[in-house]
């Protein structure tokens, strides 16, 4: 079955005023399906009698137009609306849809469409919607590395170099955890393609990485520079827990969790508060003014009014429903 739009513009002194008919096609049988507009006085067996819609069907067969194949003749006529409604939503102009349906600005539509694939939503490639296999994650950190001008040849695997799988659970991830030089080096590192990943950032201005402003966890392995390890986190651990309650020296990440929001930017912008959410960096302490020492923990969220990411500092006995205390789980 396919479907045909006519639309008949309105003109005043009209009895009836019919915008639009649809019809289907079925069995090569022409059939009014759907009428939108005003009330009108006529009864179905009178809808072929009108003659613009003869001489619409007329002119579609004239022209040979292959229906089936047409977007909106596969589309309820609904969905064709609220399609372009979604643009009115998104800010676009009448001036500037006029734009777009000029002959010499349709390759706009190209382009728009390009973008709109590598959209999360259209994508087949990422784990649960969200995440980058492990091997995209991999060659994203060689790209990174050597746009940074860092060797990538001076970075050596603790444990294995097979990367463990990902699990049922939507918000278990894989991520390549790294060191740079210094803890504070990776952690700008870390943020710097975080942010690179989304539309828009902010950082609190309070958060310092001077290394007497922030610290591993007390009890936490000694940091090691230039080692990868593949790391399995569970992002919705602890939600609306104290992290001074609950974070572990081997079990709770650091900077681990900059680089999930970095190589994976989707499972970011998936934040709702809801079944995606906002986290804290329960392996790190940091000093900010007027607060005491190594008495917060930073913490990454997602604007969901702005749609931007960001990264700041709370104090780590505070509590929020919003927010998760992650944890490693087993290699």
């Known amino acids: ?178 060191t740079l030089a210094t803890l504070q080096e990776t952690f700008e590192f870390a943020w710097e393609w975080t942010k690179d990943g989304q539309h828009d950032s902010y950082r609190w201005d309070g958060l310092n990485t001077d290394p007497a402003k922030l610290r591993l966890l007390e009890g936490a392995e000694a940091f090691e520079p230039f080692t990868l390890r593949w790391r399995r986190v569970k992002l919705d651990a602890n939600v609306g827990k104290k992290p001074v309650n609950v974070r572990d020296p081997k079990r709770s990440p650091g900077v681990a969790l900059l680089f999930v929001a970095a190589q994976h930017p989707e499972r970011i912008k998936a934040t709702d508060y809801k079944k995606r959410f906002g986290f804290w960096i329960p392996g790190l302490q940091c000093t900010v003014p007027d607060s005491d020492p190594w008495s917060r923990a930073p913490d990454v969220g997602f604007s969901l009014g702005d749609r931007r990411v960001w990264l700041s500092a709370a104090l780590a006995d505070g509590e929020h429903d919003r927010w998760a205390v992650p944890v490693f789980l087993g290699e």
């Open 1 to 178: 079955m396919t479907y045909i739009l006519l639309t008949k513009p309105q003109k005043s002194g009209m009895i009836f005023r019919v915008e639009h008919l649809i019809a289907t096609v079925e069995n090569g049988i022409l059939r009014p399906e759907f009428i939108e507009g005003p009330e009108w006085p006529l009864s179905t067996k009178d809808w072929s009698d009108l003659p613009w819609w003869r001489e619409g069907l007329v002119r579609a067969a004239t022209k040979g137009d292959r229906l089936m194949a047409s977007l909106t003749s596969q589309m309820r006529f609904t969905q064709v609306q609220e399609f372009a409604d979604c643009f009115g939503r998104s800010g676009m102009t009448p001036e500037e849809a006029e734009l777009c349906l000029k002959p010499e600005h349709r390759s706009v539509f190209d382009d728009m469409l390009k973008a709109m694939r590598k959209h999360a939503a259209f994508r087949t490639d990422l784990v649960h919607g969200v995440f980058n296999a492990a091997l995209v994650q991999l060659e994203a950190f060689k790209a990174r590395c050597k746009d940074k001008g860092i060797d990538f040849d001076r970075f050596h695997f603790v444990g294995s170099e097979t990367p463990p799988e990902f699990t049922d659970d939507p918000e278990v991830v894989v991520v390549l955890d790294a």
